[in-house]
């Protein structure tokens, strides 16, 4: 094989990152926009020693898994990367991805894991998207690149009836509304509500918010003992809040400087905030009945797990943006004495590749 070379790939599987896994001759061909079910030709972009990437070139043969293009600029927007498979084949894939992450990279087998609970999501569900502008164009860039691609009306992520023409920094945020960065406002998610700032980070998938919440909840009321809790990366207090109504007290982590100063205005007295990275805190970190963690699409430092291990007493909780590195994460809690209870898999990002994994943890025997 070699850069250039045109093949036919018939993929077998979607894989985390996105991309669709074909096998010409043995040999991994990893390509985007393609589905199992496809025959389509490909050009080799790269050529590495065991693997190959390419571009596709033409679909010979489409997948009954494919629907019709929602979206006019699909092809070229950066916004989306799986707009043309069913939604119901959408959610069997990032099963799928979960399950054979936790297989190779967290060492689980599958016969094990616990029943996935899949939570899927109504399209239109961004509640807080970054749009740029170059001239006239406002929309999303494009696929590998800082070009413009006008946002369509059609769009699936944002759900606008009309474009509105920003101003540089400026974002689109709750009911089609133009606001700039750094902008205060209040959203209400059940009976909480969260003072925060649009240049703090906040869960985007408004039509799941509260479903986080009565899923994390749920797990906490699973531990008998509510003395203490502790949520690490908890940035405005988004689960801090209705954790500090069912335990004695909370310790609050979260380093970003603007989170911690909006989860001041947000969490009641029985929570103690501390402004530190999460890596340094552990270090001190005392024990509690129930440690919370949402780390970023890294996950969390091996520091970070190992504190958790030895410094909750009845549960750990994991909410994961990559299976990856949560099946790392997760291997390292089952090697020190935990084991997997619970998997929740919320599609926080349809017609994207994205897996958002909740998961608990219980110590072992």
């Given at each position: ?7 036919t790939?018939k ?21 985007p ?19 190959a ?6 679909v ?8 019709a293009?929602?979206?006019?600029i ?5 916004g ?37 609970n ?13 749009l ?19 946002l369509?009306?059609?769009?699936e ?12 920094g400026?974002?689109?945020e ?8 750094e ?23 408004r ?8 899923l ?31 335990f ?6 979260e ?7 909006y989860?001041?205005l ?10 530190s ?19 970023p ?7 970070v797990?190992e ?9 750990i ?12 994460d ?12 619970s ?5 926080l ?17």
């Amino acid at each position: 094989m070699r850069v250039g070379d045109e093949l036919t790939v018939k993929p077998e599987k979607l894989i985390a990152g996105g991309e669709s896994l074909s096998r010409v001759e043995g040999v991994p061909v990893f390509a985007p926009n393609l589905y199992p079910g496809d025959v389509a030709i490909v050009r080799l972009t790269e050529v590495k020693k065991g693997f190959a990437r390419g571009a596709v070139v033409r679909v010979v043969e489409a997948s009954a898994d494919r629907r019709a293009e929602p979206c006019p600029i699909a092809d070229e927007c950066g916004g989306c990367d799986w707009t043309s498979l069913r939604l119901d084949r959408q959610l069997v894939a990032k099963r799928e991805i979960l399950t054979e992450s936790l297989r190779r990279i967290g060492r689980f087998d599958p016969a094990s894991l616990p029943e996935i609970n899949v939570h899927p999501s109504p399209l239109n569900y961004r509640l807080r998207s970054r749009l740029h502008h170059d001239g006239d164009a406002v929309g999303f860039y494009a696929t590998g690149s800082h070009r413009v691609v006008p946002l369509a009306r059609e769009c699936e992520v944002v759900g606008i009836e009309t474009a509105q023409r920003p101003l540089p920094g400026e974002t689109w945020e709750l009911g089609d509304r133009l606001i700039a960065d750094e902008e205060e406002l209040t959203i209400h998610v059940g009976e909480y509500h969260y003072r925060l700032s649009t240049g703090a980070f906040f869960q985007v998938n408004r039509h799941l918010l509260g479903t986080m919440i009565r899923l994390v909840t749920a797990h906490a009321a699973r531990v008998e003992t509510r003395g203490s809790a502790i949520d690490l990366y908890a940035g405005v207090g988004f689960f801090t809040v209705p954790l500090a109504r069912m335990f004695e007290r909370v310790i609050s982590v979260e380093g970003s400087p603007l989170s911690h100063r909006y989860a001041q205005l947000n969490v009641p007295e029985n929570v103690t905030l501390v402004h530190s990275a999460v890596e340094s805190y552990v270090r001190r970190m005392p024990a509690a009945d129930f440690i919370f963690l949402d780390p970023p699409r890294a996950g969390a430092r091996q520091e970070v797990i190992e504190a958790a291990g030895e410094k909750a007493r009845r549960a750990i909780c994991y909410l994961s943006c990559d299976p990856v590195t949560f099946a790392r994460d997760a291997q390292r809690l089952s090697a020190s004495g935990w084991r997997l209870t619970s998997l929740d898999l919320l599609d926080l990002f349809p017609n994207t590749h994205h897996v958002e994994t909740l998961s608990s943890f219980e110590r072992a025997g």
